[in-house]
């Protein structure tokens, strides 16, 4: 026969097991729920271009974009559309294909070579000589992305003399 003291036991185990399965059970869909409000896909950004070199030399500008995919996804640039200016004067100007692949939240360096103007080449080398210490200019353009379509970007900076190495600038 059983005592009151060992049904008490049995029924006290029985209701602390419960209790516990039901603690586990609400934990689980509490991750669960978590996991369903992750952050938010990002897509259709367009890149942070940015010069990262500019050299001139013989009558010709090598100019090396960086471009920083902000998205999530790679970014497929075909094409770019873009002019460097400083001091109202287009240093560089480019519209042509890229065809290049920047991984998610990855960064690529994109050259490309165009002839230097009279405007360009004395705004550059009145930098290099020390005429003056730093050139302020807009890099302003658009890529074209096989998902994403027109893409613009802009960015401001200045350009400074690279410390021996002449003809050369970031």
């Given amino acids: 026969m059983k005592t009151p003291k060992d049904t008490y036991t049995q029924d006290t185990y029985t209701q602390d097991t419960y209790k516990r399965y039901l603690q586990v059970s609400l934990l689980i869909l509490l991750a669960a729920l978590c996991s369903a409000c992750g952050a938010k896909q990002v897509r259709g950004e367009p890149p942070i271009v940015s010069m990262n070199d500019l050299s001139h030399r013989d009558g010709s500008i090598n100019l090396q974009l960086s471009m920083r995919n902000v998205n999530d996804l790679t970014l497929n640039v075909l094409d770019i559309d ?25 960064t690529e360096i994109w050259s490309v070579d165009v002839e230097e103007s009279g405007a360009a080449r004395e705004l550059l080398d009145s930098l290099e000589n020390g005429d003056i210490n730093s050139l302020p200019y807009l890099l302003k353009g658009s890529v074209t992305s096989q998902d994403a379509g027109d893409l613009s970007f802009e960015y401001e900076g200045h350009i400074y003399p690279r410390p021996g190495r002449p003809g050369h600038f970031r």
């Fill in 82 to 106: 873009f002019s460097l200016t400083a001091n109202d004067d287009e240093l560089v100007g480019y519209k042509g294909p890229v065809n290049t692949d920047i991984a998610a939240n990855g």
